[in-house]
Every structure is written in structure tokens, then in C-alpha cells.
């Protein structure tokens, strides 16, 4: 039930979501939903299915990558952008510390490269044996 592979040093399942803002807070909705004969039936994924979620807001043009373990059982993940009204701090997930740019992900090496044809379109070539390049 994912929809991307993450190459982290160790191949993370990644299931892409799209986030909403509302005020001061981004919104990741955990589950799936597809329309059965009984109505709309929803979903939460499991370990077995995904290692990770990766999610877009449009509003803030950031993406987010929350590690399922964190969120493990919860439909909704709530990323505060601004402090709480209250100062809570505990239990507080800063949408801050989830940004995608903020990873420190160390590619392992290149699989393939773009190679460019005389025509202009693109081709993908890889190199034999895979590990024979290197950064």
C-alpha cells in the first residue's frame, strides 16, 4: 500500500498524502478511503504496509516525512507551524522538525543517470554492475 521507495541507506516504504493548513496547524489525514457497496469505508495503514508517510501542503509548498512508528494507530497527525494558545509543549509535534529538506538522507549511490538522445527526449541507462558508481 505504498506509493514510493525511499533510499535512506535502507529502503523505506513511503506512502504519499496530501496535508491542509488550517491556521496554525497542517492536517496529514493517516488512512485510505475508497467507496464500497456499504459506503466509504476508511482505512488505517499498518507496519506491514508503509515505514513512512510523506505529505504535501500546497498552501505552504513544504512537504513533510513522518516515520510511521512515531504515528503508528492515529488517523490524523497535527503539525503545529506556531505555539499553542495554552504554551503547551509536551506532546507538541512542530511541523518544523518533520520538513522533508531538513532530512540528512545519505544516498547509497546512483542506479541510474539521465542520458540525453539527440532528439531531446530523455532516456534512463544504469550502469553494469549497479555499485560501479559512485559519488
Known sequence: RYDLIFDTGSLVR????????????????????????DGLTRR?????????????CL?????YFLPFHQFDGRS???????????????????????????????????VAQLGEHSAGSRKVTGSNPVSSIHS
Open 14 to 37: 513511503v506512502q504519499c498524502k496530501s496535508a491542509v493548513r488550517h491556521g496554525d496547524v497542517v492536517v496529514v489525514r493517516c488512512y485510505s478511503c475508497r467507496r464500497t457497496r
Open 76 to 110: 490524523q497527525v497535527f503539525l503545529r507551524l506556531a505555539p499553542t494558545a495554552n504554551n503547551q509543549r509536551k506532546g507538541v509535534n512542530w511541523a518544523r522538525d518533520f520538513e522533508l529538506g531538513r532530512l540528512d538522507f545519505q544516498p547509497s549511490g546512483a
Open 44 to 56: 488505517l495503514y499498518s507496519a506491514e504496509d508503509i515505514d513512512a508517510f510523506a505529505a504535501y
Open 59 to 63: 498552501e505552504l509548498d513544504r512537504c
